[in-house]
Nanobody, 115 residues
Framework: QVQLVESGGGLVQAGGSLRLSCAAS????????MGWYRQAPGKQRELVAS???????RYVDSAKGRFTISRDSVKNTVYLQMTSLKPEDTAVYYC?????????WGQGTQVTVSS
């Protein structure tokens, strides 16, 4: 059963922007802190940003000042607005609750940033 669906990835030049979307079930979205995770080639998956049900956000140091996580309660969707993208942001991006639930990992969405 698909509970989380990521979209919005693509190929972009360094300095460009992308907005990722994560469509969640109402139950998952409304009850949990949500997070965006990424896994770059040869690296472990890391938490990029998270947002609580009341809107408190946290970011990995490398994303601070460039990425913004938000949530839309009407659409049950979590967004990741990414600006000033760098080649090191290249990764497959996933959404999940925080802490993660292994049953919720999906295919993710590929973000590729060219130099």
């Amino acid at each position: 059963q698909v509970q989380l669906v990521e979209s919005g990835g693509g190929l972009v030049q360094a300095g460009g922007s992308l907005r990722l979307s994560c469509a969640a079930s109402r139950i998952i979205f409304s009850r949990n802190t949500m997070g965006w995770y990424r896994q770059a080639p040869g690296k472990q998956r890391e938490l990029v940003a998270s947002i609580t049900t009341d809107g408190y956000t946290r970011y990995v140091d490398s994303a601070k000042g460039r990425f913004t996580i938000s949530r839309d309660s009407v659409k049950n969707t979590v967004y990741l607005q990414m600006t000033s993208l760098k080649p090191e942001d290249t990764a497959v991006y996933y959404c999940n609750k925080y802490p993660t639930d292994t049953d919720y990992w999906g295919q993710g969405t590929q973000v590729t940033v060219s130099s």
